[in-house]
């Protein structure tokens, strides 16, 4: 190499390569000198800067590298190598606001690839601690990224996503409204504004996103499913039917039609419980907005057709298997069948309060009271929202067990927690007047 540049004269890849052989033999001071008469020779080249700066990097001389490099970058702050360099430099110090600062000169380069930034952001945002410690510093990346890439949608969902991350509910939104008039039509654009919308409570444009979002995707199922909860949260029962039905004429996955069975069923399940709630009190005549005209019994039998259906088409649908069987023990009705489906439901989901609290009770009614009472425990242990339902449950499973002042201490806490005072009230008084060691459901208690 010596000999060629005597006879050529100095080239970049030759010079380059000589660096590399003078570090690699351990002649790191004949390495800095070649690079150093390189910037002597032509002081205003960039690129010398930078193989100097390489070259102190190398050598482990990091207050030099550090000011060297930073010296090339000011010279030519748009060298992708550069900034690339002096990045991997600032990342090995853990100089991390430094490197910070490379990166977002580096995002704003159109010669490095969006991909590549993509995947820089991707990493940075994986470690949610350093995330969390960097956080305005990452999001002027991604800032930089929604500037140079506006219609890009990896960068729309990327900021979007940044936004929510800080708890930007409300600039999140805005974000993806402005996006929603995108060619082509962003259906996850439309899906974003729709749970925002609901998180922010904002009924009214969650039903008018739901409207526009079917009008511009008619044979999408997952907006008709939307569609259809917000009827039943509006009670339009009938409504919600519909909906459903016509959601699973839009698909031909056996996963998500037994999905949507499971939800006609609960629909029907609600259709028998207004029906029946209305018939206590004496309402012949389901007068509101949106009337029900099932009898509770038929509502009821399409309601467990319905999860036949669901579970025909999935068996290991954890939700089906534990509603049917707690409406089935609501009834005292095919208790043996029922047993099946929750074991099988708490086996799918370990830890869910809701499905141990359903296996609990169903044992109960079975005359497995100390069976019951384990999963009930195990339930209570595991609920974290202080659940009344499960406290009243409880409480009643003790008072079959004889444990009467510890029945009426759950009770009570029931009360507490939101249960109905006329159920919690009965109970105490049938405990004040009687001894403990009967079965009680459903408020009553059974010989």
């Known amino acids: 190499l010596d000999s060629a540049e005597m006879r050529v004269g100095k080239y970049d890849e030759m010079t380059a390569l000589k660096r590399h052989l003078l570090i690699t033999t351990g002649q790191t001071d004949r390495a800095i000198k070649e690079a150093q008469e390189q910037v002597e020779e032509a002081p205003y080249e960039p690129k010398n800067h930078l193989a100097l700066g390489q070259t102190y990097m190398t050598a482990g001389k990091d207050s030099l590298a550090n000011v060297t490099l930073r010296r090339a970058i000011e010279m ?102 402005l996006h929603l008039k995108d060619e082509p039509p962003q259906l996850d654009y439309y899906m974003a504004v729709i749970d925002m919308e609901e998180y922010l409570k904002n009924a ?103 999860y036949d259906n669901a579970l025909r088409l999935n068996g290991d649908n954890a939700s089906v298997l534990n509603n049917y069987a707690y409406f089935l023990s609501e009834e005292e009705r095919d208790l043996g069948k029922a047993l099946e489906m929750s074991s099988k439901a708490i086996k799918l989901t370990q830890n869910n309060p809701t499905f141990l609290d359903t296996h609990a009770w169903i044992l109960y009614l079975l005359d497995r009271k100390e069976e019951a009472r384990t999963f009930m425990r195990q339930a209570l242990s595991l609920d974290s929202e202080g659940n009344s339902t499960l406290q009243l449950h409880y409480g009643d499973i003790l008072f079959a067990l004889g444990e009467k002042f510890m029945a009426e201490t759950y009770w009570k806490r029931a009360l507490e927690a939101g249960a109905d005072k006329a159920e919690v009230e009965r109970r105490l008084e049938y405990s004040k007047k009687n001894a403990s060691g009967v079965k009680i459901h459903n408020g009553e208690p059974k010989k």
């Open 76 to 177: 030519d702050s748009t060298s992708v190598e550069a900034l690339l360099t002096y990045a991997d430099f600032t990342m090995r110090r853990q100089d991390m606001p430094a490197y910070l600062k490379a990166m977002r000169m580096l995002f704003a380069q159109d010669s490095y690839p969006l991909e590549k930034k993509i995947e820089i952001f991707e990493m940075l945002t994986k470690d949610r601690k350093f995330y969390g410690r960097f956080f305005f510093d990452v999001g002027a990346l991604a800032s930089t990224l929604m500037i140079k890439y506006p219609s890009q949608k990896r960068v729309v969902d990327l900021y979007g996503e940044h936004l929510l991350a800080g708890g930007d509910v409300k600039m999140a939104l805005r974000h993806f409204k």
């Open 204 to 306: 009214d444009s969650v039903d008018y996103y739901v409207v526009r979002a079917t009008e511009i995707f008619p044979d999408d199922p997952k907006l008709y499913i939307r569609k259809a909860n917000r009827q039943y949260v509006k009670g339009d029962l009938n409504a919600t039917v519909e909906s459903f039905k016509h959601a699973l004429t839009l698909t031909s996955d056996s996963l998500m039609q037994g999905e949507i069975w499971g939800f006609i069923g609960d629909t029907y399940h609600a259709m028998a419980e207004r029906r029946t709630a209305q018939l206590k009190a004496k309402i012949k005549r389901d007068t509101s907005a949106y009337p029900v005209k099932l009898k509770p019994q038929k509502a009821q039998e399409l309601c467990y057709a319905a």
